[in-house]
């Protein structure tokens, strides 16, 4: 049984964007960037996600969950409810 979610991934257009707005609106702070390695990305089965840039935040409680974003085009021809994982994720603040 599902008991505690510690990292949500989402995919977002601009990294950049994303890391300064969690920061300055919802003190966020970042506590690991690289790239998705190969490896990551086949335990995802997405193997397009490897060398993708990421940030891995936490919020500045220090509380034990985090948000990694992935840096990722846009997908034209996107679904929802056709592909692995989470279509959406609710924060509430």
């Known amino acids: 049984m599902l008991k505690s979610i510690l990292i949500v991934t989402i995919s977002v257009l ?19 960037r690289g790239v998705i390695s190969a490896e990551v990305a086949g335990a995802w089965d997405t193997p ?15 509380a034990p969950v985090y948000i990694r974003f992935v840096e990722n085009e846009y997908v034209e021809d996107y679904e ?13 603040v």
Not at 21 to 32: P, R
């Open 14 to 32: 601009h990294l950049g964007s994303v890391e300064d707005t969690f920061q300055e609106h919802l003190d966020y702070e970042v506590i690991e």
């Open 48 to 62: 397009g996600m490897a060398d993708r840039d990421y940030v891995l935040m936490q919020p500045e409680s220090k």
């Open 80 to 92: 929802p409810m056709t592909s692995h994982g989470w279509n959406a994720t609710e924060l509430l």
